[in-house]
């Protein structure tokens, strides 16, 4: 008996739905509250203006490593994880709101943030704040 051929692709893959958007926060913080902001909000910005129109189809992972040095000891890493097989372009604007919203809401509320991932439908979005 011949193997069942696979099957075709989905003519009509997946769009990303706002209405599904989870926010999750990191569980330790590292950068303090205080120096969060600097500097984040354009690194944010370059990151989307970078990955702006870029396709994300096939559960493609767009800058897995993607560093922006906030000082000699904190950096951010963004990340773009495609999933369910959805296909999109990445839009500059949605980019910065959702990455913006994932690191300035996990805030702890002590002394330090922790960043974060927004997890869609098609995708999740991830700051990460690392030591150097």
């Known amino acids: 008996m011949l193997p069942k051929p696979p099957p075709p692709p989905n003519p009509n893959p997946g769009t990303p739905n706002v209405g ?25 910005e370059a990151f989307c203006k970078e990955a702006d129109y870029e396709l994300i189809a096939n559960n493609r992972f767009y800058k897995k490593l993607a560093i922006r040095v906030l000082s000699k000891r904190v950096a951010i890493m963004f ?11 990445i839009d500059a604007g949605t980019c910065m709101r959702i990455l913006a919203r994932a690191a300035l809401e996990c805030q ?7 960043g974060g991932r927004i997890e869609s439908n098609c995708a999740v979005w991830t700051v990460d704040p690392v030591l150097l």
């Open 20 to 44: 599904t958007e989870v926010l999750s926060c990191n569980a330790k913080g590292l950068w303090p509250e205080s120096f969060g902001p600097l500097g984040l909000p354009e690194s944010i």
């Open 108 to 114: 702890s509320g002590s002394m330090w943030g922790s």
């Open 79 to 89: 990340g773009i994880l495609g999933k369910n097989n959805c296909s999109f372009r």
